[in-house]
């Protein structure tokens, strides 16, 4: 499954169309979400009959606008926070299990149509929506040719509202895969702070850190958002400029996290990262310090000051393109525990205890010294290979290799 997209191009009066979809998307969503809540025993089937009660009540006449299989959408994305929300209880996860919330208005928003509700020019340049809210033809500005594609294998389109305006989103079934030469190279990867990361051959790739560059900016915009009177259109004004400010940081690092996994796929035939639980590094303080059963070592770091430099770093985004590139041009990758690869010696292998400000490994037993991030990436490599030895080649996808979590199959193309 790969995903393109195009940035709509309409009238004003078009987009207020759209908003209206939007609104009814969500209200669908919400509406599925309460008739959960307040009966027992709630199916999906159940959720898609209560879509056809929505249509039909004459209290919501906005409701039966909306294409019937984007109703059902919206009821599959209650279902699937529900059904999340269940999974998590099951499996005993530590902290919040994630109990479904309703979603407010704010500018980032979707609706999803499946096979009908839009339609496509012969040309594959123009998209318009055949439902009752009367949004009409837009044209589509992108660079992705959709002419490859037959209609059959668009599965979804989503209308996505963002900041700088709204995009169609067309989800793809098709499998991508891309032909590279064997390097016969392996490589195993350490991310950090100080840099992006560090490979067992101790090559470092700097970290941009986009989001403390564009702070001064972003510092600004807000100050005079928060000025301006609530409920005005100067206020949504500058709130908009403050979305498309945190918009272009977001894009700069998906860019930079996309750019640094294709060049470490495609270089190495076997790359192995660490399983970090990023939500875990990033809680706040004060709280109870999860630890390991077996060692007794702390999961997470207790300083909190580190929040914003790890978010800004984007290690999952950077493991989950590695991960898709892996399966695209045919790599095995491997994601194995993070615990002790920094304590322990790359060549000895004693530990070595040291705490996070000492940045150069120099083991008291055998004399080794080397570079903290650079002893920490050689460990992973011979973790990932200890992996693969004893459990075989796995590619993402077939049979994922996260240890403690599964990796959904509709990953963005590029």
């Not at 207020?16 to 669908?28: H, S």
């Not at 898709?324 to 525990?337: E, H, L």
Request: with cysteine; glycine share 6%; hydrophobic share 35%.
């Amino acid at each position: 499954m790969i995903v393109f997209e195009a940035k709509l191009k309409g009238k004003a009066v078009q987009f207020k169309a759209l908003d209206e979809a939007l609104r009814t998307a969500q209200f669908i969503r919400n509406s599925c979400l309460r008739y959960w809540m307040e009966n027992i025993g709630v199916s999906r089937n159940d959720l898609y009959k209560y879509c056809k009660i929505l249509a039909d009540n004459p209290d919501f006449p906005w409701a039966k606008k909306l294409n019937s299989q984007a109703r059902q959408a919206h009821a599959e994305r209650a279902w699937s926070a529900i059904a999340r929300f269940f999974d998590n209880c099951k499996k005993q996860v530590p902290g919040k299990k994630g109990y479904p919330k309703f979603k407010k208005h704010q500018t980032r928003a979707s609706v999803e149509y499946k096979l009908t509700g839009w339609n496509l020019s012969s040309d594959r340049k123009y998209i318009t929506f055949t439902d009752k809210f009367g949004a009409g033809r837009f044209k589509m500005m992108g660079t992705r040719d959709l002419n490859f594609y037959q209609i059959e294998q668009i599965n979804r389109v989503r209308v996505v509202r963002r900041s700088d305006g709204y995009y169609a989103q067309f989800l793809i079934n098709v499998e991508r895969t891309l032909e590279r030469e064997p390097t016969k190279r392996t490589v195993g990867l350490d991310v950090g702070l100080n840099h992006f990361y560090t490979d067992s051959d101790g090559n470092t790739v700097e970290n941009p850190h986009y989001l403390q560059k564009a702070q001064k900016r972003l510092k600004r915009v807000q100050r005079r958002a928060s000025k301006k009177v609530k409920g005005s259109k100067n206020r949504r004004k500058a709130v908009n400029r403050l979305g498309r400010v945190h918009l272009k940081v977001q894009r700069q690092r998906q860019d930079f996290a996309v750019k640094a996994a294709r060049c470490v796929v495609r270089s190495n035939d076997l790359v192995v990262l660490e399983d970090l639980q990023i939500r875990n590094l990033v809680s706040q303080r004060g709280g109870r310090v999860p630890r390991l059963e077996a060692t007794g070592e702390p999961v997470r770091v207790k300083n909190h000051h580190l929040a914003k430099s790890i978010h800004d770093a984007a290690w999952g985004d950077f493991r989950r393109w590695v991960e898709y590139f892996g399966k695209v041009y045919g790599v095995v990758t491997v994601a194995v525990a993070p615990q002790y690869t920094s304590q322990n010696c790359s060549n000895c292998g004693e530990t070595v205890k040291k705490s996070l400000s000492t940045r150069t490994h120099i083991c008291p037993h055998c004399g080794y010294v080397q570079d903290r991030d650079h002893n920490a990436a050689i460990n992973i490599l011979k973790k990932g290979l200890n992996t693969v030895g004893h459990t075989g080649i796995k590619t993402w996808g077939e049979n994922d290799l996260y240890l403690n979590q599964v990796t959904g199959s509709d990953k963005l193309a590029r």
